[in-house]
């Protein structure tokens, strides 16, 4: 039993229940009683919001809090060498101490309290009126600081800064690598709302760079744009079919007046555009006349030798496959992942079991060979392989094994397996089994298959390898990173 209090006001002071001094709650936000009671959720669908503390009201922002950050940087930690390599051969017209100056000149701007309100625009503006330069020289010295200097530097995150400032003033080198930057590069600790945000921002410039001033680079990347967001479109109804045929027709205009400006590509992927519009042609409900089909074919012939004027090492794959004194594989079954071409499998056929191999098909030349054919297709090959297009390494492989030239058939498949083209290490694995017997070496490269199919399969999760197929090197003459 508990002890009695021995002073009685104390104990009605203690047992009083303090006031409160607050007015009372509106009734809008007091609960309404019911009567029927609140069902607990099962534990697999607990909500854990209630057990998380309550988020801070953010601060009002003070005076000067919205100033960018000053940047900081030694002058030890300065490019020297590029800048004066860079002057040397006139890229630039700065010397390295005017270079210096120039971006002190930026963070002096940038850092002003003067120039709060002022936009990046006008600071490039200005730092093109000081120095008397143009936005392409304001982009190369950006382009300089971004390949000397280490990532995470003061000095490289200014670089970034120096080409948005060349942007904002159309300048297409700097666009399209911010542009493709953006695309490309996923920034982790920002949120997919400013990816978003910044790959709009970019697109809208690169957009007004190609179609008010005709930059044939600038032309090129957005009709890469417009192509792949025609690729989005599926095949649901005829609103989709129209939507995905009329991008096509605007990236195919592009293309040509980017290919007409001099890049090279843009004639490639015009090409491709109809081609594929020829191929859904035929098999869909409007058919081709046979004297269609033959203007088609010129058409992209046409275009095909236009870009390997421009010496397009895509360019002259293609007019070697159109022309081609070789038949059409016809197509095989896919392979699983383990599988390597030219490895013995027995299969079950009617209870016997044959060896068979599933290494690359060789096809055979027709019989006679025109001379003047087979010169035409091994010249092209050769020149795309010589600016290293693993594809066409590949094909003068194939070429020479069926021309039994065995050496230079080797040669030519060693250098595409060490260039990384698939196809050319399972067939280089099984020369290494097959012809010559050695098994380390079989075993060697059947294990470098493995490895690149896993890395291959990880790009194509990630959308790195439809990305970079979409940007390519893209033949963007002249940009510079």
Known sequence: MPPRLSHPRLSLLLLRRPTSTLPPPPSSIIPAITTTPRTTPSPQFRSYASARPSPRVRASPRAGQNAPQPIRYD????????????????????????????????I??????????????????????????????LSFI????????????????????????????HDPAA?????????????????????????????NRLAHIALHTHDPNALYVYAQYIHTRSAGFGVVGAKEKRAKAVDEDDALKIYVKAGEGGVGMGWVKAAEIVESQGRRGLKGVESESEEQQKERRKTVLEMYTKAAELQVP?????????????????????T???EIPGKEKKEESNGNTSASTSSPTIPQPPQPLDPKTLLAYETNLTKAASSGHEKAMFLLYKHNLATHNLPMAKEWLTVAAHAGYLDAMKALAAWFGEREGKAALQKEWEEAVDERVRVLGQKRAMGIGRGEEALGDGGLEGVVG
Not at 92 to 100: H, K, M, R, W, Y
Not at 196 to 202: T, V
Not at 314 to 334: D, G, K, N, Q, W
């Open 142 to 169: 950006g382009f300089i600081l971004l390949r000397s200097t280490p990532p995470q530097t003061p000095l490289h995150r200014l670089s970034k800064h120096l080409l948005d400032l060349s942007s904002q003033l």
């Open 175 to 203: 666009t399209i690598f911010l542009y493709r930057n953006t695309l490309l590069s996923a920034n982790p600790s920002s949120s997919a709302a400013t990816s978003i945000a910044a790959n709009a921002k970019y697109l």
């Open 336 to 338: 699983t992942k383990n």
């Open 75 to 106: 002058d030890k930690d300065f490019p020297i060498e590029a800048f004066m390599a860079a002057y040397k051969s006139k890229a630039i017209p700065l010397n390295t101490l005017e270079s210096q100056n120039l971006i002190k000149r930026y």
């Open 108 to 137: 002096a701007l940038r850092g002003d309290s003067s120039h709060e309100s002022s936009s990046a625009e006008e600071h490039g503006r200005i730092l093109c009126d000081e120095f008397k330069i143009t936005p392409p020289t």
């Open 314 to 334: 895509e360019a002259y794959v293609r007019l070697a496959e159109i022309e081609s004194p070789y038949p059409a594989p016809t197509p095989t079954p896919p």
